[in-house]
């Protein structure tokens, strides 16, 4: 079956995807898509403008067209299509034959027809074109307005803030996202976004757009008023797409789209039409949920199920705008005749919830939240299941007092066909079928289902969802540490404090069986060391550190380890380079210059170690803990000390909290960066903690990181003087350490507290739980307690006895070879030893 | 030298070992992992391990999965099993094991 998708958005794409699985043997499928590149985020749009790139948003997993043998063809817009002879002509005149043909072709912009709307520095928000236009624009713009104040134009709003430009918002109604939310709504969330620094006109409808007098452009309203501007963007609505149907006699809607019936087809039986181009019922569908839907069902028409079927959307939706909560489901404007409301108001909190029941007060009919929207998971369960409410439904949205717990709805009362992802349209009943076939982590839970794989809106629902089949099947809801010890990190750091337990031996006595393993020894002394700090090659907690903590290096393939000297902030004296440089040559060592900014020595045998260090330490150098779950290294540039940009001593501070933190031992690596001015050459936000010098102070970034799954560092505080960030840092860094799992790092860390970034700024700015003095006092210990433990390895003889290969002879380890590449040594492949020499 | 009558070699002081730790011994030219699970639990296996080539098995983790009392290898954390030396991961992986004992807080080892 040949198969042409039109259009590779959001809905286009997730149709692929659709496609892949349904598995249609003799499927031939071709992607005709206008854009210059594959389907993008375009919910996520505004992040364009906060650090994410491009390909950041793409929604195409690397080898998905060599796997699936799809053909894409970019900047190949569909011009026609002959019903008859069924091809498709693209733009660059290819003309493709299907059998089957889905157009997905979106929505355009809608631009008012009004004189001046096409000059120059005004836009659209849509496409990546666009946003890449409008950030060249911002660069020789000051003022910015978006209009349309609807869902769209809010998100504009942000990016245009984001740009660093003074926002307007001007809209033609009498209030804020008239569509979904209400009156009082509306004029809560206005005065939060004003108090945001975005000046918002209402009831302004614009006539014409001239030059402006005190900026580039101005924009006059019918009201006789007028505002001047440099930058526009238009927001003020979508039109689909649906000239292909026009221009091919296909039924259109009322108000425009690609009419289709229930099975998401057409006027003609081998055309398809999904996502924001198609109008069921006369209705289009502005979110990417109901697009997502008629994706799933399209697939599957197309994979033989008849009866597959798109039957509507609801079109509820909980959003961030702004760092503002909106929510609205249902019913939001009490239409349903004989409804009812029920308001909760706070204007000193700027908050506002209301819910609409029905005449007989049972049922919930709809809701606006502006300013909080806790609620929303448990109304949308309400609403959409026809769930009878509480006796006293106000209490669903008057704020819990004396510690009462809310009304909520356990997993429990929701039906088994209740719809807990909207945007993948996974049920109850689905994601209780994963839990019985083994998904038992929200990650096997994401892969099967791809419940919460989206917008992971639904994740604290489906995580209760999970945990409660699981006890119902009489599994352990088990974050286990391991066999031998049945907690999580987090509670055994607790029972450690609380306890007061110093050895491995006394841990398992209280809390534990067996022997232990290499799983909870080095947690159990990574735990010790942050609470204790004792040197952590004293006999009680040397053998539970792993290989490389044992013998203080890192271990390489072959058997010997790497050498590595703090180097605090990257910068180390002439003579201390010459120094290392001594030991390198006079051990063979090979060397090289890390990530880190500093040396790296290798081919160390495991004997030569302790002396080694010992003419180190002679040199004034400490360890640099490259082995450990610890503090790495506080990546620097040379900031305003030399630098002609630099804005603070970015140096000086690196070095300052590189000796403040060095020797903490964490759930896994710790790495910082400090740069000295915007232009970020220590690429701070990559980092787990990221500092950015500015004019007004240092802002702190938490949570980055490089690696496998490079994670940019999110805003935890601005301009903050050094004791602040200081002190912000160490209850940072200290709460990682007790709350972190095993071998998670702070951007997994942070990804699984719910609440995120804002827990994390309520948590430690506002001391929300009252922890910040002893998360302070905690890391002041450790700070005090520092000992260079190559120092203390070196004077210890019982210590250095342990440095060697054989406890029955003074030689190595004979099978270590090395030969010679590019002027240093490097270990001897199998291949390039001698044979006979290899003793069993 | 029958199998009945081993050559013990001696190779260190039960001290010389910390509980819960291996050391390598050089017993006629073959590298032997000794270790001491507990206070005077001994036991012996090849030091090299076949999965990587380096001669490291003694600088493992000790401990116990299930049943099995093991050594994790340093470089890619295979579990060796001390008693039977089989690779709980991958059964090509597997080792010899060695005869140790304690005598008079002495610690010999016969290979194989």
Same mark, same amino acid.
């Given at each position: 079956m040949?198969?042409?998708l039109v259009g590779?958005?959001m809905?286009?794409h997730k149709f ?5 699985q349904a598995?249609?043997?003799g499927?031939?499928v071709t992607?005709?898509?206008?854009e210059p590149?594959t389907?993008?985020?375009r919910?996520h ?5 906060t650090?994410?790139t ?6 195409v ?6 796997n ?6 970019l900047n190949?817009?569909?011009?026609a299509i002959?019903r008859?002879a069924?091809t498709v002509?693209?733009q660059n005149g290819?003309?493709?034959?299907y059998d089957?043909?889905v ?12 004189k001046?709307?096409d000059?120059e ?6 496409t990546?074109?666009?946003?890449e ?6 660069a020789?713009s000051?003022?910015g ?13 942000k990016a ?7 926002t307007h918002v ?7 996202m ?6 009082e ?14 000046h918002?006109?209402t009831?302004?409808s ?7 007098r005190?900026?580039r452009q101005r924009m006059v309203?019918?009201d006789?008023?007028h505002?001047?501007?440099d930058?526009i963007?238009f ?5 689909p797409?649906?000239?292909l149907a026009?221009?091919n006699?296909?039924a259109?809607g009322?108000r425009?789209?690609?009419a ?9 039986p ?6 924001e181009?198609?109008?069921w019922r006369d209705?289009?569908f502005g979110l ?5 839907d008629?994706?799933?069902?399209t697939?599957?028409?197309l994979?033989?199920?008849?009866m597959?079927?798109?039957t509507g959307?609801?079109m509820?939706?909980k959003?961030k705008?702004?760092?503002?909560d909106?929510a609205?489901?249902g019913?939001?404007?009490s239409?349903?005749p004989?409804c009812?409301s ?5 204007e ?6 209301k819910?609409?029941v029905s005449?007989?007060?049972?049922r ?6 502006v300013g909080n ?5 448990t109304?949308?369960?309400?609403a ?8 006293d439904?106000?209490l669903?949205?008057?704020p819990a007092v004396d510690g009462k717990a ?5 997993p429990d009362?929701l ?9 993948n349209?996974v049920s109850k009943g689905q994601i209780?079928?994963a ?6 982590t929200?990650?096997?839970?994401k892969a099967?289902?791809?419940a919460?794989?989206?917008c ?9 969802i999970m945990?409660s089949?699981?006890?119902?099947l009489?599994?352990?809801v088990?974050?286990?540490?391991c ?10 750091y ?5 306890d007061?337990?110093?050895?491995f031996?006394d ?7 067996g ?10 002394a990574?735990?010790?060391?942050s609470c204790w ?7 009680e ?5 792993d290989?490389?903590?044992y013998?203080?290096g890192n271990?390489?393939?072959d058997?010997?380890?790497s ?12 003579e201390?380079?010459?120094?290392v440089c ?5 051990y063979a060592l090979?060397?090289k210059i890390t990530?880190?900014?500093?040396l790296d ?5 495991v ?15 400490e360890s640099?803990?490259?082995?450990g779950k610890a503090l790495?290294?506080?990546k620097s540039?040379?900031g305003s000390?030399?630098c002609?940009y630099g804005v ?12 403040r933190?060095?020797g903490?031992?964490?759930p896994h690596?710790i ?7 915007t232009?970020e050459?220590?690429?701070a936000q990559?980092k787990d903690?990221?500092?950015i ?6 802002n ?8 496998m ?6 805003l ?11 002190r912000?840092i160490d209850?940072?860094l200290?709460l990682?350490?007790r709350?972190?799992d095993?071998?998670?790092r702070?951007?997994?860390w942070?990804?699984t507290?719910e ?5 994390l700024?309520?948590v430690?700015i506002?001391?929300?739980?009252g922890?910040c003095?002893e998360?302070e006092?905690q890391?002041?210990?450790?700070v005090?307690?520092y000992q ?6 070196v004077t210890?003889p019982?210590v ?8 029955n002879?003074?030689?190595g380890?004979e099978r270590?070879?090395?030969?010679e ?11 390039e ?7 069993r | 030298?029958?199998k009945?009558?081993?050559h013990?070699t001696?190779v260190?002081k039960?001290?010389?070992i !910390?509980?819960?730790?291996g *050391?390598? $011994?050089?017993?006629?030219g073959?590298?032997?992992a000794v270790? &001491?699970? #507990?206070?005077?639990d ?7 391990d076949?999965?990587s ?7 493992g983790l000790?401990?116990n !999965?299930?049943e099995?009392? *093991?050594v $994790?290898?340093p ?6 099993d001390? &008693?039977? #030396? ?7 992986h597997?080792?010899r094991?060695h ?9 010999f080892v016969?290979?194989?």
């Amino acid at each position: 079956m040949k198969i042409v998708l039109v259009g590779h958005g959001m809905v286009g794409h997730k149709f692929l995807d659709e496609l892949r699985q349904a598995q249609i043997p003799g499927a031939d499928v071709t992607v005709l898509c206008e854009e210059p590149r594959t389907a993008y985020d375009r919910v996520h749009l505004s992040e364009f403008f906060t650090g994410k790139t491009a390909e950041d948003l793409s929604l195409v997993e690397p080898g998905f067209f060599e796997n699936t043998g799809f053909v894409l063809r970019l900047n190949s817009r569909a011009a026609a299509i002959d019903r008859r002879a069924h091809t498709v002509t693209t733009q660059n005149g290819i003309t493709l034959p299907y059998d089957k043909l889905v157009l997905a072709t979106g929505s355009y912009p809608f631009v008012p027809p009004l004189k001046g709307s096409d000059r120059e520095h005004c836009f659209v928000y849509r496409t990546i074109e666009d946003l890449e236009a409008m950030k060249a624009s911002s660069a020789v713009s000051r003022k910015g307005v978006v209009v349309g104040g609807g869902l769209l134009g809010l998100e504009c709003a942000k990016a245009l803030c984001d740009l660093g430009l003074e926002t307007h918002v001007v809209e033609f109604a009498p209030r804020l996202m008239a569509v979904q939310i209400d009156d009082e709504g509306s004029r809560i969330l206005r005065s939060r976004i004003e108090a945001l620094g975005v000046h918002v006109h209402t009831e302004r409808s614009t006539i014409k757009i001239t030059d402006g007098r005190r900026a580039r452009q101005r924009m006059v309203f019918a009201d006789g008023t007028h505002l001047e501007t440099d930058m526009i963007v238009f927001s003020a609505g979508i039109r689909p797409r649906d000239e292909l149907a026009r221009q091919n006699a296909l039924a259109v809607g009322a108000r425009g789209g690609i009419a289709i019936d229930d099975r998401c087809r057409t006027s003609d039986p081998d055309i398809y039409a999904i996502g924001e181009c198609a109008a069921w019922r006369d209705q289009t569908f502005g979110l990417v949920a109901p697009g997502y839907d008629m994706a799933r069902i399209t697939a599957r028409q197309l994979a033989g199920d008849a009866m597959a079927a798109f039957t509507g959307a609801d079109m509820s939706t909980k959003l961030k705008l702004m760092g503002v909560d909106v929510a609205s489901i249902g019913d939001a404007h009490s239409k349903t005749p004989g409804c009812r409301s029920l308001c909760y108001a706070d204007e000193c909190k700027q908050i506002y919830k209301k819910i609409v029941v029905s005449a007989d007060g049972t049922r919930l009919l709809g809701a606006v939240l502006v300013g909080n929207a806790d609620e929303y998971g448990t109304l949308l369960q309400m609403a959409l299941n026809d769930i009878a409410l509480p006796s006293d439904p106000e209490l669903l949205i008057l704020p819990a007092v004396d510690g009462k717990a809310k009304p909520g709805i356990g997993p429990d009362a929701l039906p088994d066909n209740a719809q807990i992802c909207s945007c993948n349209s996974v049920s109850k009943g689905q994601i209780c079928a994963a839990v019985g076939e083994g998904a038992t982590t929200i990650g096997e839970i994401k892969a099967c289902t791809k419940a919460g794989a989206t917008c992971g809106g639904c994740v604290p629902l489906v995580t209760q969802i999970m945990n409660s089949e699981m006890s119902r099947l009489g599994m352990m809801v088990n974050n286990h540490l391991c066999e031998h010890l049945p907690y999580s990190r987090q509670e055994l750091y607790h029972l450690v404090r609380i306890d007061e337990i110093k050895s491995f031996e006394d841990l398992l006595a209280r809390h534990g069986i067996g022997l232990g393993c290499d799983i909870c020894k080095p947690t159990a002394a990574s735990i010790f060391a942050s609470c204790w700090n004792d040197f952590v090659l004293k006999d009680e907690l040397a053998s539970l550190q792993d290989s490389n903590d044992y013998f203080l290096g890192n271990i390489q393939k072959d058997g010997t380890y790497s050498v590595v000297p703090r180097m605090p902030g990257g910068e180390v004296t002439p003579e201390g380079l010459i120094a290392v440089c001594q030991v390198a040559k006079k051990y063979a060592l090979y060397t090289k210059i890390t990530g880190g900014q500093r040396l790296d020595l290798f081919g160390a045998r495991v004997e030569q170690l302790p002396a080694i260090w010992e003419e180190l330490i002679a040199a004034g150098f400490e360890s640099g803990h490259a082995y450990g779950k610890a503090l790495r290294t506080v990546k620097s540039c040379v900031g305003s000390t030399w630098c002609r940009y630099g804005v603070d001593d970015s140096m000086g501070l690196a070095v300052e909290l590189e000796n403040r933190y060095k020797g903490l031992r964490a759930p896994h690596k710790i790495k910082f960066g400090v740069s000295g001015c915007t232009r970020e050459c220590a690429e701070a936000q990559g980092k787990d903690v990221g500092i950015i010098a500015t004019e007004r102070g240092w802002n702190l970034y938490i949570c980055g990181n490089g690696g496998m799954k490079p994670r940019h560092a999110e805003l935890l505080a601005s301009d903050l003087d050094k004791a602040a960030l200081v002190r912000l840092i160490d209850r940072f860094l200290m709460l990682y350490v007790r709350t972190a799992d095993r071998l998670q790092r702070t951007s997994t860390w942070r990804d699984t507290l719910e609440g995120g970034l804002e827990y994390l700024k309520t948590v430690l700015i506002n001391d929300s739980l009252g922890v910040c003095d002893e998360l302070e006092r905690q890391m002041q210990h450790v700070v005090d307690t520092y000992q260079c433990e190559w120092k203390t390895a070196v004077t210890d003889p019982e210590v250095r006895k342990r440095f060697r290969s054989f406890v029955n002879d003074p030689r190595g380890d004979e099978r270590i070879v090395f030969v010679e590449e590019r002027g240093q040594i490097r270990p001897a492949r199998r291949a390039e030893r001698e044979p006979q020499s290899l003793p069993r | 030298m029958t199998k009945d009558s081993p050559h013990w070699t001696a190779v260190c002081k039960l001290g010389d070992i !910390l509980p819960g730790t291996g *050391v390598c $011994a050089l017993v006629e030219g073959c590298h032997v992992a000794v270790f &001491r699970i #507990g206070d005077r639990d001994l036991y012996a296996i090849d030091n090299i391990d076949p999965r990587s080539g380096a001669s490291v098995l003694s600088r493992g983790l000790t401990g116990n !999965l299930g049943e099995h009392i *093991v050594v $994790a290898s340093p470089l890619y954390k295979n579990h060796l099993d001390l &008693r039977t #030396g089989e690779c709980l991961e991958t059964p090509e992986h597997a080792v010899r094991t060695h005869r140790v004992r304690l005598r008079g807080g002495d610690v010999f080892v016969a290979l194989g």
